[in-house]
C-alpha cells in the first residue's frame, strides 16, 4: 500500500500523531492531567523502568479508551503452539522439515493465529531466557480480533503473499524479502489477500538489536536508517459483536472480549515500536583474500544473552554478493551448529530439496557445549 507511511531509524526517540487530530500528542508532558481531545495516557514498558538508558525500552500511547477495559481473559485451545519441548525424545541428527501445506479457502478458513504451528525451541518464557520457531500457515484476514504476544518478541518473515499488519502503532505493509518485529506487549492484526506462509522466530526475555559491528567499522551489514516504523493511525470504532483479544502468556492463549477495536491510539511517543526492513538493503562484507569468514558477517539482527558474545539466536541471510576468495571454495563452507533447539514435529524431518531462493536464510542458536 504506497498510501502507508514510516518513520526511518531503529531503536529511535519517535513521536507520532493521526494527522485526524492534529495535537493529539501531548506537548511537553508525557501524562498531562487532562491529555487532548480526552484521550488516555498509557505507557507500553519494554523493560524494566530503571534500566539504563541506552537499554531503556518504552512508549506512551493516547488512546480514546484505555486498554484495559475488556472482560476477564479465559483459556482457549493453543493449537499447535506450544513451548512443551519435553514431549518428544531428543534427536541430535541433522533435520529438516517440509514446507507446511497451506488450507485451502475453500475447505477451511485460517487466519494467523490460528495457523500458527511450533516447530521446534528451547528454555521457556517462564524463565525469560530461550527461543521458539513458528510457522504460519493462512489463507483469510483476522476479522475482529487481534494477537497479543506477553511471552517475547516475534520475528516475522513471510515466504509467500504479502501481510498489512496493524498494530497499536500504525499499519505496515510486509512481503517476502521483507521482514518485520512485533515486540512484547503490542497487540497486531493480520490481513492477508490469499494463501499465505512464513517463518516466526520467537525471543524470550530479550530484544532483537544491530549486531556489534567491530573490525567491519561504522558500515555495514543492515544500515539503521533502513529500518522502518510506522505512523500512526487509529480507527474510533464500536464492534457491538464484540472484539476478541488473544493473550499467549507462559506459552498458552487466552482470549478476552471488549466491545471496541484496540486500534485506537490516536497519538505515540517512544523507542519501543514495532519495525520492519527490507533484506535487499543488507550490505554484504565477504571474504576477498584467501579465507573464509565465519557466517556472523551475515547477521542482520541478535538478541543478546547475559554472557558478552553469545547470542540466544541470530537472524542470519546469505544474499546475492562476490565471493572471491584463493585457495578457499566459494560458497559456505559446511559449519557444524551445535543447537539446543527441540523439534516437535518429526513426522517432517526430512534431508532438504535444493531451494534457489534469492535469500537465503538461517537461525543460528549457540551450543550449549562452551
Known amino acids: 500500500m504506497a498510501s ?12 507520532s500523531e493521526d494527522p485526524r487530530c492534529p495535537g493529539a500528542l ?5 501524562n498531562p492531567q487532562v491529555c487532548p481531545y480526552g484521550l488516555y495516557a498509557e505507557q507500553l514498558s519494554g523493560s524494566a523502568f530503571t534500566c539504563p538508558r541506552p537499554t531503556n525500552k518504552r512508549s506512551w500511547l493516547y488512546r480514546i479508551l484505555p486498554s484495559v477495559k475488556h472482560k476477564p481473559f479465559t483459556p482457549v485451545y493453543c493449537g499447535n503452539i506450544t513451548e512443551s519441548w519435553n514431549e518428544v525424545e531428543p534427536d541430535p541428527n541433522q533435520l529438516r522439515w517440509l514446507p507446511f501445506t497451506i488450507p485451502k479457502s475453500l475447505d477451511k478458513k485460517v487466519d494467523f493465529v490460528s495457523g500458527l504451528n511450533t516447530i521446534c525451541g528451547a528454555g521457556d518464557a517462564k524463565s525469560r531466557n530461550g527461543i521458539g520457531i513458528h510457522m504460519y500457515t493462512c489463507n483469510t484476514s483476522m476479522t475482529d480480533r487481534c494477537f497479543n504476544n506477553s511471552d517475547g518478541d516475534f520475528l516475522i518473515v513471510p515466504q509467500q503473499g504479502n501481510l498489512l499488519i496493524t498494530t497499536e502503532f500504525g499499519k505496515m505493509m510486509v512481503e517476502p524479502n521483507e521482514i518485520c518485529v512485533i515486540q512484547q506487549g503490542m497487540r497486531f492484526t493480520v490481513d492477508v489477500y490469499g494463501e499465505t506462509r512464513g517463518y516466526i522466530l520467537e525471543v524470550y526475555g530479550a ?9 567491519i567499522g561504522a558500515n555495514g551489514l543492515a544500515n ?29 492463549l487466552f482470549s478476552c472480549q471488549q466491545d471496541f477495536s484496540p486500534f485506537n491510539v490516536v497519538a505515540w511517543h517512544g523507542n519501543y515500536t514495532p519495525y520492519k526492513y527490507n533484506l535487499e538493503k543488507f550490505m554484504a562484507i565477504n571474504a576477498v583474500a584467501f579465507d573464509h569468514a565465519d557466517p556472523s558477517i551475515f547477521t542482520v539482527l541478535t538478541a543478546k544473552s547475559t554472557r558478552p558474545g553469545v547470542a540466544i539466536a541470530d537472524f542470519v541471510i546469505f544474499p546475492p554478493r562476490w565471493g572471491v576468495a584463493e ?10 551448529l551445535g543447537t539446543s533447539t527441540q523439534p516437535l514435529q518429526p513426522q517432517l524431518q526430512t534431508q532438504p530439496q535444493v531451494e534457489r531462493n534469492r535469500i537465503r536464510i538461517s537461525i543460528l542458536v549457540p551450543s550449549q557445549r562452551n
Open 4 to 15: 502507508l507511511k514510516y518513520m526511518s531509524g531503529f531503536g529511535n526517540e519517535f513521536s
Open 26 to 30: 501531548p506537548d511537553g508532558q508525557n
Open 207 to 215: 530484544h532483537f538489536e544491530l549486531p556489534d559491528l567491530g573490525p
Open 224 to 252: 539503521p536508517r533502513d529500518f522502518q516504523c510506522p505512523a500512526a493511525w487509529y480507527e474510533d470504532r464500536t464492534v457491538h459483536t464484540g472484539y476478541t483479544v488473544i493473550n499467549k502468556y507462559q506459552g498458552k
Open 327 to 336: 585457495n578457499t571454495f566459494r560458497p559456505p563452507y559446511y559449519h557444524l
